[in-house]
T-cell receptor, first 116, second 116 residues
Framework: AQSVTQPDIHITVSEGASLELRCNYS??????LFWYVQSPGQGLQLLLK??????LVQGIKGFEAEFKRSQSSFNLRKPSVHWSDAAEYFC??????????????FGKGTMLLVSP | SAVISQKPSRDICQRGTSLTIQCQVD?????MFWYRQQPGQSLTLIAT?????????ESGFVIDKFPISRPNLTFSTLTVSNMSPEDSSIYLC?????????????FGEGSRLTVL
């Protein structure tokens, strides 16, 4: 069974500074990997996804993530954080279930706080 | 992309009662998913609902506790039965956009339940 570890529960970054959120996964085959963001009182929004191809994936809102198979990692990065980026971020690994649809396993999330 | 509406957005319930959450999608979808997000925890898949058949429940979730209806391709309900304080969670409805590739889930804003 697949699993996802987000080692950082909380991270505080100054506005304008760079950001990296860590994600490690466990999965027996080539993984489908995702990053979602959840703002307070909101549902989850997909930031980016990796299926195949280029290991550096660009997403919305200036985010990117790099898939490193040797490290089983899919870390999320942003060069300059804005106050509106304060939210909870979830990494997820997907697999095709018996129904042919996805089964996503989520990490426990990292809460990003942005300081002035 | 799919737009998902959930009702209620939040509720406070008494122990022993039941509450039904509604999920409406603005397009026809084959599969709908129900997730639970307990305080400080990640998302856990409760069940997958296919129109016209019984829902498929994940390990640890049973139909008697979380009955699901799926009367058509745009609507589903999740009932949380005989609630206890441990059921206090955010319940999220989700659909997969197969046109965007496997695993791209769209989420409703969630229903935050507090059980006293």
């Amino acid at each position: 069974a697949q699993s996802v570890t987000q080692p950082d529960i909380h991270i505080t970054v100054s506005e304008g500074a760079s950001l990296e959120l860590r994600c490690n996964y466990s999965y027996g085959a080539t993984p489908y990997l995702f990053w979602y963001v959840q703002s307070p009182g909101q549902g989850l929004q997909l930031l980016l996804k990796y299926f195949t191809g280029d290991t550096l994936v660009q997403g919305i809102k200036g985010f990117e993530a790099e898939f490193k198979r040797s490290q089983s990692s899919f870390n999320l990065r942003k060069p300059s954080v804005h106050w509106s980026d304060a939210a909870e971020y979830f990494c997820a690994v997907g697999a095709e279930g018996e129904s042919g649809y996805s089964t996503l396993t989520f990490g426990k999330g990292t809460m990003l706080l942005v300081s002035p | 992309s799919a737009v998902i509406s959930q009702k209620p957005s939040r509720d406070i319930c008494q122990r022993g009662t039941s509450l039904t959450i509604q999920c409406q999608v603005d397009s026809q979808v084959t599969m709908m998913f129900w997730y639970r997000q307990q305080p400080g925890q990640s998302l856990t898949l409760i069940a997958t609902a296919n129109q016209g058949s019984e829902a498929t429940y994940e390990s640890g979730f049973v139909i008697d506790k979380f009955p699901i209806s799926r009367p058509n391709l745009t609507f589903s309900t999740l009932t949380v039965s005989n609630m206890s304080p441990e059921d206090s969670s955010i319940y999220l409805c989700s659909v997969e956009d197969r046109g965007s590739g496997m695993g791209e889930l769209f989420f409703g804003e969630g229903s935050r339940l507090t059980v006293l």
